[in-house]
C-alpha cells in the first residue's frame, strides 16, 4: 500500500504539465514546507516536551531537575532535525514537478543507503549521551544516599561508582556493537580465553581485588583509624581495591595488598574510641605491697594524659627474679600512636617519682646464690682472699 501512495503522489505531482502550474505546485510546496518547518514542528516538539515533563514531575516519588530534564530531551536537536527532512521533503517534491524524476530518484537511492548508517551513527551517540546522562544521575543519587545514610562511607561510595560506571559503559559499548551489527559471540569467546590468560597470570592481582571488594562491605577499618596488619602498624591512608595504605609514626608509608589484609589478623585501636594501655613496675619484696599499690594509683590520679573513666587500676602482676611486678592499667581517649607515647612516658615520670617519694624501691635486677648444706656451703680457696686485698689496694693506689 505503501508503493501505491508512492506511485499516486507520483503522477500527482508529474501531472502538473505547464509551467504556471509547476509554479504553483512549487510555491505552494515550499510555503506548505515553511510554515510546518518554523511553526507547526517547534510547537509540536515543544507541547510534547512539556506535556512529559509535567507528567514526570507531577509524581512526587520522582524528583527530577528541570534543568536536567531539558540536557536529557535535546528539544532543538529534534526541531531541527524535523525542520530538515520537511525541507529535503519538499525539495525531491519540486524536483519531481518540474520533471527532474530520475534526479529525485538517484537522490531517495542514494539516500536509502546512507540514511541506516546515519540512523546507527545517532543511535550510537544517544547511547553514549544516555551512558554519561545515567552516570551523572547515578553518581547525584549515590551523593545523596551517602550523606543520608551510615550503611556506605567515602570509600564504599567510591568502589561502587566505579563499578556502576564502568557497569554502564559497558552496556552502551555493547548495544552500539550490536547496532552496527558486529558478531558479539566471537568477541565473547575471544574474551573468555583472553580472561583464562589473565586470570592466570594476574592471580594475585585478582585476589587482592576480590579481597578489597570484601573489605569494603566488611568494614574492618577505614580511613584515619590507627590499625595493626600483620604485624604493620599505623593509620590508614588509603584504601583501593588492590592494597591498602598505612602510614606508620616513623612517616614510612606502607603498601599492603588486600589479599594479605583479609587473611591476617586486625587490630583496630580506634573503633571503639579508647584505649587501654598498661606499664609494668617492680617494687621491693620488702616494701609494704598494699602501700605500694595505694601510692601508685593515686599517682595515676594525678596524670592529666589519661583518662579519669574508666578509672586506673593497679593490680599484682607476678613475682619476678628481683621484685613484685605491679601492671599499671590506665585508657586514653581518642587513641593514637604519639599520644599513647606521650602518656606512657608521662606515667613513668609519675610512678617512680611518687615511689621515691615514699621510699618504696624499685630494685635492680639481683641475684642471690647459695651453696649446697651437704657441701658445707661456699668456701675460698687458700691465698685467693690476700691476692683480693691486694689486688684492691693496688686499684686504690692508682
Not at 567515602?154 to 561508582?161: A, D, R
Not at 556502576?164 to 552502551?172: D, E, G, T
Not at 599492603?256 to 591476617?264: D, G, Q, S, T, W
Request: hydrophobic fraction near 50%; aromatic fraction near 6%; include cysteine.
Amino acid at each position: 500500500m505503501q508503493f501505491a501512495f508512492l506511485a499516486v503522489l507520483r503522477e500527482t505531482l508529474e501531472g502538473f504539465g505547464s509551467v504556471e502550474a509547476r509554479l504553483t505546485a512549487t510555491v505552494v510546496l515550499l510555503t506548505a514546507a515553511a510554515v510546518t518547518a518554523l511553526l507547526l514542528a517547534p510547537r509540536t516538539v515543544r507541547v510534547v516536551h512539556r506535556v512529559s515533563r509535567d507528567r514526570v514531575l507531577g509524581d512526587e516519588r520522582v524528583p527530577i531537575d528541570v534543568s536536567e530534564f531539558d540536557w536529557a530531551l535535546p528539544v532543538t536537536a529534534i526541531v531541527r532535525t524535523l525542520q530538515f527532512a520537511v525541507l529535503l521533503g519538499a525539495g525531491l517534491a519540486t524536483l519531481i514537478v518540474w520533471g527532474y524524476v530520475s534526479v529525485a530518484l538517484a537522490a531517495v537511492d542514494a539516500m536509502a543507503a546512507v540514511v541506516p548508517r546515519i540512523v546507527r551513527l545517532a543511535v550510537s551517540v544517544g547511547l553514549v549521551g544516555a551512558a554519561l546522562v545515567a552516570i551523572d544521575v547515578l553518581e547525584s543519587r549515590l551523593d545523596d544516599y551517602a550523606a543520608e545514610s551510615d550503611a556506605i562511607n567515602q570509600h564504599q561510595k567510591g568502589i561502587v561508582f566505579r563499578v556502576l560506571q564502568v557497569s554502564v559503559l559497558v552496556a552502551a559499548i555493547v548495544g552500539g556493537l550490536t547496532v552496527w551489527g558486529v558478531n558479539l559471540g566471537g568477541l565473547l569467546v575471544g574474551a573468555g580465553f583472553l580472561g583464562i590468560v589473565v586470570g592466570t597470570a594476574a592471580r594475585s592481582t585478582i585476589g587482592s581485588l576480590i579481597a578489597g571488594f570484601v573489605l569494603m562491605f566488611s568494614r574492618p577499618f577505614e580511613l584515619g583509624d590507627w590499625v595493626e596488619i600483620d604485624g604493620e602498624e599505623g593509620i590508614v591512608a588509603d584504601i583501593t581495591v588492590i592494597n591498602t595504605r598505612i602510614r606508620t609514626a616513623g612517616g614510612e608509608v606502607v603498601v599492603i595488598p588486600n589479599e594479605r589484609v583479609a587473611n591476617a589478623t586486625v587490630s583496630n585501636r580506634t573503633h571503639l574510641g579508647q584505649l587501654r594501655l598498661s606499664v609494668d613496675v617492680g617494687v621491693d619484696y620488702d616494701a609494704d605491697l598494699a602501700t605500694a599499690e595505694t601510692v601508685v594509683n593515686d599517682a595515676l590520679g594525678t596524670v592529666s594524659e589519661i583518662e579519669d573513666n574508666p578509672p586506673p587500676q593497679v593490680v599484682p602482676k607476678s613475682f619476678g627474679d628481683s621484685a613484685v611486678v605491679l601492671e599499671c592499667r590506665f585508657w586514653i581517649d581518642r587513641p593514637s600512636a604519639p599520644k599513647r607515647a606521650l602518656a606512657t612516658a608521662a606515667v613513668v615520670r609519675t610512678v617512680k617519682a611518687a615511689l621515691d617519694d615514699a621510699g618504696i624501691k624499685i630494685p635492680y635486677p639481683q641475684r642471690e646464690v647459695t651453696g649446697r648444706e651437704e657441701t658445707g656451703g661456699f668456701r675460698v680457696a687458700e691465698g685467693r682472699s690476700e691476692r683480693l686485698s691486694a689486688a684492691s689496694a693496688s686499684e686504690a693506689e692508682n
